[in-house]
Each structure stands twice: as structure tokens, then as C-alpha cells.
């Protein structure tokens, strides 16, 4: 396909610019630009190059997208409107508190509704995606032990089932990471952490459920063990569609917790945001919040203050539009439609993967809101990897499962079917693996070429992740 750039025609134009009916207004030398190429089109040449661009992708309201440790769920298309309302749309991020009371509200209430949701007292809306929040409550880990004097606590335990961003972001907030061990189910090994958590740990990082998507059923002890060790216990909730409504990490022994607004609170996500990942603390981890907060007083709401923060960790109020969505979609299930919908996302995930359970599944028994399969014994049987399926899965218009991660289970596929997909597009997914893994035992080479339906076959994945071509050179 030509680029936008390819097809311009000298001249060409959408419309005509009406003639100047006002004062013209004579820049200062130097303020103009000496030149800009912009692309040259007719009106319909442009509807046309956008509307084909849009028709050579696979997104999520396209159908089902079962990507694991991702909560593509579909997001509902009222909320949008509802962010996108004036007040909220035009407001001025540097507007006086005064006039942002609505904002404000938003801001506050979303905040209250997240505390109540995950067992917590206070909470920041500022990080912008999940990863941010980690390490946003990993600042605020350090600047809770230092204000106790206690400094020599520079580690962070992370299970090696763990999502990669937790090392990442235990990294570059300083700490050294110490990896914990699974056990024979895939569950944290309690002798493991025992042994790892010490004097110099600052937190425990941990998902639950985990990457595997098994719930630690040991968390009572874990939380035990880490406490006593002086150090705290941080909850990935990127994964808070498995459990919302259904039992709240402050209950389970977790002092701080990250949600990714974009995955669980219907915003929709992929393709680089935008996303909101808000941090939700116990009170003695409050004053470590990021400034400013939004407090309530007599006279409405202030921006406030804390003496002991961590610091600012975005610009003005963050991804509000994000907030205003996580908000209206949280009001709009309430308490029992939130549990309804957590409830229904691990139903989904078990029909699907009893369904397939011929197949592979790691570990016994049930799943939570996702499963891993390992391609393994295929491979080994057929010369097929895990991103041959994923690709004969694109051919069958399935996205893609999560591959080869978790990284501890070899050849891994996981799916994520969410509980916003019906039992008529479990059933056709099931139907395509099972026919994918049947060519695989007759035509394994039909594999090897797929996808044989979209505009490019196999990219060099890292490549396009580490050295994308985003800008066309002139
Ligand atoms: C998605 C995810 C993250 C990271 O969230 P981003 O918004 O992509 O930064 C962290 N942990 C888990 C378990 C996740 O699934």
C-alpha cells in the first residue's frame, strides 16, 4: 500500500479556504516556516487511504482477542460519549480548582469507588499505565522505609512467574531484584520466600492471580512471612478483572496496589494507550502518595498537599478522559455487576479451556481468568511452534494469544477470553485451535507460511518492537 505521502497530486485539495475577511496579520521574520510538505488529496482519496489503513489491522472490535495478561475486553461505546461530554473534553488543564469542580468530583469519587474495590484508604489516579504505577508505588515503598530510618531494605522479591514489568520497575526505582521460586502447581514456594525475605527486603511484588493465572491460595502466609520481615506487600492488579467484586487485595495482606484502568475499567487499550494506572495504599502509606491530591473541603474541592510525597509523577490531572470512563462503566455495573463480570470472565476461561484441555494446559485443575497451554509436545511431534498456531489463529480471524510468556513454561500460549465474549465465539475459537492443530499433523508447512491473509506475513518482531519505523523521511 502507498503511503499517504506516495499518493499526492501537486494542487490537489479537500477545500477551498475562504477569502480573508479580516486584518491580515504580518508575523515577525524568522516566525514562519520556510517550507512544509504536507500531503496533496482529494477529500474522497483521503476517506479512502484512512479507511483501507483501518481495514489492515485486527483490533478489538473486530472480534475475539484472547490476549493474554491483556483483559481486551470490549469496552463500551456510551462511555466514550460520556468522556468525551464539553465539560470534561474542553476543560483547561490549567484551569483554577474553583472551575474544575466537576473534574474534581470525577477525580474524587473514581478514587473512593477504587479504595472500597480493593480494600485500600487512599489512592493516586496520576501513573498513565500500569508499569508507571509500579514503579510509582516502588518510590513510595523507599520513601516509607527511609522516613523510618530504615535504609538498608534495597530489595524486591519478585515470583519468576511475574509479569516483566515488575523487574523493570523495580529496577529503575532503584531496588535490586531477588527472583522467588514456583512450586510444582506454579504457585510462590513458601520455603523459597522464607528463605529470600529478610532485613534488606523492601516489598514483595505479586500478581494474584498470577501470570499462570492460579490463585496463590497461600496468600495469608505469604503476606505472614513478608510482614514479619519488616517489609510490604505490593499487589500487581493489572489482573483485577479475575477478582473484582469477589475478594479485595487489602484483605488478602497487600499494603499497595496498582490497577490498570485500561485493562479491567473498560478503557479501551493496545496500540499505545492511553491508559491510567492508579495506586491504592493503606493509610500508613498515604503521606507517601504523589502530590498533589484531591481533598475535600469546606469550601469544595482543593488540590492538597503532603509534606513526605514522593513527588509529582504526571502532568496536570493525568489521562482524566480514562477516569471518566473507568467511573461511568463502574457506576453503570455497580457492585453486584462488577462481581457478575469477574465471575463470568473465570467461567469463560475455564468453558475455554476445558474445551481445548486435550490440549496441553499447565497445571491441574481450575483457572482463574486465564490459562497457559504449552505447544511443547507439538513442536517436538511436528516441527509447529506456538507462533505457528498464534499465526494459522490470524488466517481463522482470532488475535493472537499472549506467546511464549509466561516465561517459565516452554513453548507457552495463554489465553484471556474475558467475559465479554459469548459462548458462540468460545465455541468457534475452540474450533479453530482444534483445526489448526490438525493441520499441524497433515500440512505442517501450511503453518510455517501463515498468516496467508494479511498485508504482511512475519515481521521481525523484535525489530519492529525495538527499532520501528514511525516517520517517513522526505
Ligand atoms: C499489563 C500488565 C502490566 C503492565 O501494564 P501497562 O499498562 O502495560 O504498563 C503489569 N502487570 C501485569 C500483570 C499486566 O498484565
Same mark, same amino acid.
Given at each position: 500500500m502507498k503511503t499517504v505521502f506516495e499518493k499526492s497530486v501537486k494542487g490537489r485539495r479537500c477545500?477551498?479556504?475562504?477569502?480573508?475577511?479580516?486584518?491580515?496579520?504580518?508575523?515577525?521574520?524568522?516566525?514562519?516556516?520556510?517550507?512544509?510538505?504536507?500531503?496533496?488529496?482529494?477529500?474522497?482519496?483521503?476517506?479512502?487511504?484512512?479507511?483501507?489503513?483501518?481495514?489492515?489491522? &485486527?483490533?478489538?472490535?473486530?472480534? &475475539?482477542?484472547?490476549?493474554?495478561?491483556?483483559?481486551?475486553?470490549?469496552?463500551?461505546?456510551?462511555?466514550?460519549?460520556?468522556?468525551?461530554?464539553?465539560?470534561?473534553?474542553?476543560?483547561?488543564?490549567?484551569?483554577?480548582?474553583?472551575?474544575?469542580?466537576?473534574?474534581?468530583?470525577v477525580i474524587d469519587t473514581l478514587s473512593a469507588y477504587l479504595a472500597g474495590i480493593t480494600g485500600m484508604d487512599a489512592v493516586t489516579l496520576q501513573p498513565c499505565a500500569g508499569a508507571h504505577g509500579e514503579f510509582t508505588a516502588l518510590l513510595m515503598v523507599r520513601a516509607y522505609h527511609r522516613a523510618r530510618g530504615d535504609e538498608k531494605r534495597v530489595k524486591v522479591?519478585?515470583?519468576?512467574?511475574?509479569?516483566?514489568?515488575?523487574?523493570?520497575?523495580?529496577?529503575?526505582?532503584?531496588?535490586?531484584?531477588?527472583?522467588?521460586?514456583?512450586?510444582?502447581?506454579?504457585?510462590?514456594?513458601?520455603?523459597?520466600?522464607?528463605?529470600?525475605?529478610?532485613?534488606?527486603?523492601a516489598a514483595l511484588m505479586l500478581t494474584n492471580p498470577n501470570t499462570l493465572g492460579k490463585f496463590e491460595k497461600h496468600i495469608l502466609k505469604i503476606a505472614e512471612i513478608v510482614h514479619e520481615a519488616g517489609a510490604l506487600m505490593y499487589y500487581d492488579g493489572a489482573n483485577l478483572n479475575a477478582v473484582m467484586g469477589v475478594v479485595r487485595p487489602g484483605d488478602m495482606g497487600f499494603d499497595l496496589v496498582h490497577l490498570n484502568l485500561h485493562k479491567t475499567f473498560s478503557a479501551?487499550?493496545?496500540?499505545?494507550?492511553?491508559?491510567?494506572?492508579?495506586?491504592?495504599?493503606?493509610?500508613?502509606?498515604?503521606? &507517601?502518595?504523589?502530590?498533589?491530591?484531591?481533598?475535600?473541603?469546606?469550601?469544595?474541592?482543593? &488540590?492538597?498537599?503532603?509534606?513526605?510525597?514522593?513527588?509529582?509523577?504526571?502532568?496536570?490531572?493525568?489521562?482524566?478522559?480514562?477516569?471518566?470512563?473507568?467511573?461511568?462503566?463502574?457506576?453503570?455495573?455497580?457492585?453486584?455487576?462488577?462481581?457478575?463480570?469477574?465471575?463470568?470472565?473465570?467461567?469463560?476461561?475455564?468453558?475455554?479451556?476445558?474445551?481445548?484441555?486435550?490440549?496441553?494446559?499447565?497445571?491441574?485443575?481450575?483457572?482463574?481468568?486465564?490459562?497457559?497451554?504449552?505447544?511443547r509436545k507439538l513442536r517436538e511431534e511436528t516441527g509447529v511452534t506456538a507462533a505457528d498456531v498464534a499465526k494459522g489463529l490470524i488466517d481463522r480471524g482470532i488475535h493472537p494469544p499472549t506467546m511464549y510468556f509466561p516465561l517459565i513454561v516452554e513453548d507457552a500460549l495463554m489465553f484471556e477470553p474475558t467475559e465479554t465474549a459469548s459462548k458462540e465465539t468460545l465455541d468457534a475459537a475452540a474450533d479453530a485451535l482444534k483445526e489448526v492443530i490438525e493441520l499441524a499433523y497433515t500440512d505442517p508447512d501450511a503453518l510455517h507460511s501463515a498468516p496467508h491473509t494479511t498485508p504482511i506475513r512475519r515481521p521481525d518482531e523484535a525489530g519492529a518492537a525495538r527499532d520501528p519505523v514511525v516517520k517517513e523521511e522526505l
Open positions: 477545500f477551498e479556504v475562504s477569502a480573508l475577511d479580516v486584518e491580515k496579520y504580518d508575523f515577525e521574520a524568522g516566525a514562519l516556516r520556510s517550507s512544509l510538505r504536507l500531503p496533496e488529496l482529494s477529500e474522497p482519496e483521503v476517506v479512502a487511504h484512512y479507511t483501507a489503513l483501518s481495514k489492515r489491522t &485486527f483490533g478489538v472490535d473486530d472480534g &475475539f482477542y484472547p490476549l493474554g495478561s491483556c483483559t481486551m475486553k470490549y469496552n463500551p461505546k456510551l462511555h466514550e460519549v460520556i468522556a468525551a461530554l464539553p465539560g470534561f473534553r474542553d476543560a483547561h488543564p490549567l484551569a483554577r480548582a474553583d472551575k474544575m469542580q466537576g473534574s474534581l468530583a522479591l519478585i515470583p519468576d512467574s511475574a509479569h516483566g514489568t515488575n523487574p523493570a520497575s523495580a529496577a529503575m526505582a532503584g531496588f535490586e531484584v531477588v527472583t522467588v521460586k514456583s512450586d510444582a502447581d506454579g504457585l510462590v514456594d513458601l520455603a523459597d520466600l522464607s528463605l529470600k525475605a529478610g532485613e534488606d527486603t479501551p487499550h493496545g496500540g499505545g494507550g492511553p491508559g491510567s494506572g492508579p495506586v491504592c495504599c493503606k493509610a500508613e502509606l498515604a503521606a &507517601f502518595l504523589p502530590d498533589p491530591q484531591v481533598t475535600r473541603t469546606e469550601r469544595g474541592f482543593r &488540590f492538597g498537599r503532603s509534606d513526605w510525597s514522593a513527588g509529582r509523577v504526571t502532568a496536570f490531572y493525568g489521562n482524566f478522559g480514562v477516569y471518566v470512563k473507568a467511573l461511568a462503566y463502574i457506576v453503570t455495573l455497580g457492585g453486584k455487576g462488577l462481581r457478575e463480570a469477574a465471575v463470568t470472565a473465570v467461567l469463560n476461561a475455564n468453558y475455554l479451556r476445558e474445551k481445548i484441555s486435550y490440549f496441553y494446559p499447565v497445571g491441574e485443575g481450575r483457572c482463574m481468568h486465564e490459562f497457559v497451554l504449552s505447544m
